[in-house]
């Protein structure tokens, strides 16, 4: 396998040829000491930074926010996966995380690529009313805006992700919050983002996903939290009819677009794909 030693800047999750959420990609013989990952995330600025190193039949990979590291992160797996496919051909990439086993499928062509990863499994339960109350407090929303066809939940695909769906698109479009409010409560739940979502129809959803857990307002698109999304539909037996499509970062202006396969084991992986472009080096 070949490694490199700089770092890679690819847009995630594009929708075309633009958006996409940036990702910071390092590949190197071994993985650097956790403090210079951490400095280097920082340095980048983007929400995710993915470090990864080769190891017996696939990669050792570790994610780090500009304020700290995570279990795993979408958008950056994506990014990977389109660069290791430019290094090493197309294939599945087996990588493995602090806490799982997932692979990446990437293929390239010149500056151009796409991903399917499968998550870590899933999971998902009621979110406690009071986190509830306070995340609605936390964005000025009440009760009466949730979409109660999908109750607020923890759902979970490598992270814990609250759930919030809003019954209109207004609302969604309108959201607005503290960073160190929403920093704080994130972190006194284990959160990594507070993913709010709007049914446009059964199988395409928009979403917006503040990420203060890891120092940034907001997230373009959120490749985790769409798979713990996708987990949950399951659970709930929402009519997904295989799969959905979420449309991100519409209101931030750099659209985005995450395809999400969900089969109908319980628990089970779930197929998060979508486009990557390079953005340099």
């Not at 770092?7 to 990609?25: E, Q, R, S, Y």
């Not at 009466?144 to 939940?153: E, F, H, K, Q, V």
């Not at 919030?164 to 284990?190: F, I, N, T, V, W």
């Not at 996708?230 to 929402?238: E, F, K, N």
Request: hydrophobic share 45%; aromatic share 6%; glycine share 12%.
């Amino acid at each position: 396998m070949q490694t490199i030693t700089k770092i890679h800047k690819v847009a995630a999750f594009t929708a075309g040829a633009l958006g996409g959420n940036p990702a910071g990609v390092m590949i190197r013989s071994a993985l650097p000491e956790e403090a210079a990952m951490q400095r280097i995330a920082a340095e980048m600025g983007y929400s995710e930074t993915v470090f990864a190193a080769p190891t017996g039949d696939g990669w050792r990979v570790r994610y780090f926010s500009p304020d700290g590291e995570v279990p795993f992160c979408g958008h950056a797996t994506i990014a990977l996966g389109a660069v290791l496919a430019q290094q090493n051909g197309d294939g599945i990439f087996p990588l493995t995380t602090n806490h799982a086993r997932v692979t990446v499928e990437a293929q390239s062509k010149g500056g151009q690529g796409s991903a399917a990863l499968q998550s870590p499994a899933t999971a998902s339960a009621p979110a406690p009313a009071a986190l509830v109350t306070a995340a609605l407090a936390l964005f000025g929303y009440r009760l009466a805006d949730l979409d109660d066809r999908i109750p607020p939940a923890i759902a979970n695909g490598g992270a814990n992700h609250l759930v919030l769906a809003l019954a209109s698109r207004e609302q969604l479009r309108a959201m607005r919050y503290q960073l160190a409010d929403g920093r704080s409560l994130m972190r006194a739940h284990g959160l990594a983002t507070i993913s709010l979502v709007h049914a446009e129809t059964l199988q395409r959803f928009h979403a917006r996903n503040p990420f203060a857990s890891g120092g940034v307002y907001e997230d373009p698109a959120t490749g985790a939290a769409a798979a713990a999304l996708g987990g949950y539909l399951r659970d709930l037996d929402w009519p997904h009819g295989g799969a959905i499509d979420i449309v991100q970062g519409e209101d931030m202006g750099a659209p985005c677009h995450l395809r999400v396969e969900i089969s109908g084991q319980a628990g089970s992986s779930i197929r998060v794909s979508g486009n990557a472009r390079m953005l340099g080096d």
